[in-house]
């Protein structure tokens, strides 16, 4: 079982769409959390981090949910723009520091 | 605005040369770290070093050994490259490891081993 795991899709969805992802992590004693987003062929940019209650950017709400391990990123109103890979990423310090990243899952979002 | 700087873009090498992959940040960060990205595959962590003077193992350090210059540079060094290590490289800093610190990654070196 890989440490992170993340649908990848693609999804497909029309512009003004609501779509949410999801991303399992197997270490509980995982402490930071983060979503990236990655165009093709660019590095990744850090989209948000995601905060034990939950926090919103915009357009972007991102939750953890600790006791079943996973983390969500929720995108509203979709944009053309929006148009991307989003890579879950997972901090470990416990048993020494390890950053694990998903490998991503694929948005297409069409006019 | 330069943020973290990547040497050399592109470039294509013979099994058995050997290449260093330049990383320079701005950001006065402490702490810096090489990925490699293959298709289908998350970002791996080859190395990384948490501050100046230190250096890591991160999960596939085979085949590579880095160098932490000074507190702005990182750089990664290939012995002997073999085909497997055709990827994408990425090099990121962070104020510091662990915590809440986000990485800045550089726009990456594209490496094919023939």
């Known amino acids: 079982r890989k440490e992170v795991e993340q649908d990848p899709g693609p999804f497909n969805v029309p512009e003004g769409a609501t779509v949410a992802f999801n991303c399992t992590y197997s270490n509980s004693a995982s402490q930071s959390f983060f979503w990236y987003r990655q165009d093709c062929r660019k590095e990744p940019k850090l989209l948000m981090s995601v905060y034990s209650s939950g926090n919103e950017d915009g357009r972007f709400t991102a939750q953890l949910n600790r006791a079943s391990q996973y983390i969500s990123l929720l995108i509203r109103d979709s944009k053309l723009s929006d148009s991307a890979t989003y890579l879950c990423v997972v901090n470990t310090a416990a048993g020494g520091f390890k950053t694990i990243f998903g490998a991503g899952t694929r948005l297409f979002v069409k006019a | 605005n330069a943020g973290v700087t990547q040497t050399p873009k592109f470039q294509v090498l013979k099994t058995g040369q050997s290449m260093t992959l330049q990383c320079a940040q701005d950001m006065n960060h402490n702490s810096m770290y090489w990925y490699r990205q293959d298709p289908g595959m998350g970002l791996r962590l080859i190395y990384y070093?948490?501050?100046?003077?230190?250096?890591d193992k991160g999960e596939v350090p085979n085949g590579y050994n880095v160098s932490r210059l000074n507190k702005r540079e990182f750089s990664l060094r290939l012995e002997s490259a073999a085909p497997s290590q055709t990827s994408v490289y990425f090099c990121?800093?962070?104020?510091?490891?662990?915590?809440?610190?986000?990485?800045?990654f550089g726009d990456g070196t594209r490496l094919s081993i023939l």
């Open positions: 070093s948490a501050s100046e003077g230190t250096t």
């Open positions: 990121a800093s962070s104020d510091r490891t662990g915590g809440n610190q986000p990485q800045h």
